[in-house]
């Protein structure tokens, strides 16, 4: 037992390591992070790797799940600017779908058999509730789609919870997925220099977010209503 409690607590250290690396590599490398804003020179350097610059772009999605300090958003929109909305949508798709099982995992084997020790076994259970719920459902899902929010972090947090990680991690890939084309098809409306393609994704980007608002706010209503 006391083994045990050892090996999870050097996991965990080794995990909390991992997020001060992230964070701290972030803040210093923060600067070179502006290349996310030239997608000319990201598609430059993806091409040049040829025949493998889709592996090269999946590689890249993979890591801006994993650092989730990176802006995944402008991630999906380089893909749509390289490789057009089809291929860029698949190859992102790919790669946060990837990133997304690395990152939950990371957090399952290092930080939750420590985590576990010092939470009410009642705790965890409401949080797994929360998360199977229709209404954890409909959160992540909206949180998944706001633009320009570090929502990677979610899976962390999720593999330190005992949420059933087949259930969890399919319902944050599939959430992913509108947000990801939309996103890629900035991206490809940007090289192909069309406004009015730019105008129609934020107008469909725009009625996407306003449904899911107010299919929220609906839910939530339902959940106030005291039970017959």
């Not at 490789?83 to 779908?97: D, E, K, N, Q």
């Not at 229709?134 to 909206?142: D, I, K």
């Not at 890629?184 to 725009?206: D, M, W």
């Not at 996407?208 to 299919?215: D, M, Q």
């Amino acid at each position: 037992m006391e083994k045990a409690k050892k090996k999870d607590i050097i996991k965990f250290v080794i995990f909390i390591l991992f997020f001060i690396t992230v964070i701290t590599g972030s803040i210093i490398l923060a600067p070179k992070l502006k290349i996310f804003s030239d997608f000319g020179l990201i598609r430059d350097k993806i091409k040049s790797y040829k025949s493998l610059s889709f592996i090269a772009f999946i590689f890249l999605q993979i890591l801006q799940v994993v650092v989730f300090v990176l802006p995944g958003d402008a991630v999906n929109m380089v893909g749509g600017f390289i490789f057009g909305i089809y291929a860029g949508s698949i190859l992102s798709i790919i790669g946060v779908f990837i990133g997304t099982i690395i990152a939950f995992f990371i957090a399952r084997w290092l930080g939750y058999g420590f985590i576990s020790r010092f939470i009410k076994p009642k705790k965890l259970e409401n949080i797994t509730n929360l998360l199977n719920s229709n209404a954890g459902t409909l959160s992540l899902f909206v949180i998944c789609n706001l633009p320009f929010v570090p929502k990677d972090i979610l899976m962390y947090c999720a593999g330190l919870t005992p949420v059933k990680p087949s259930r969890v991690l399919t319902i944050y890939c599939l959430s992913r997925i509108p947000g990801i084309i939309i996103w890629t098809s900035v991206g490809a409306q940007v090289y192909n220099q069309s406004i009015l393609g730019l105008i129609i994704t934020f107008v469909i980007l725009a009625i996407f977010l306003t449904a899911i608002v107010l299919l929220k706010r609906k839910i939530d209503k339902k959940k106030k209503q005291p039970a017959a």
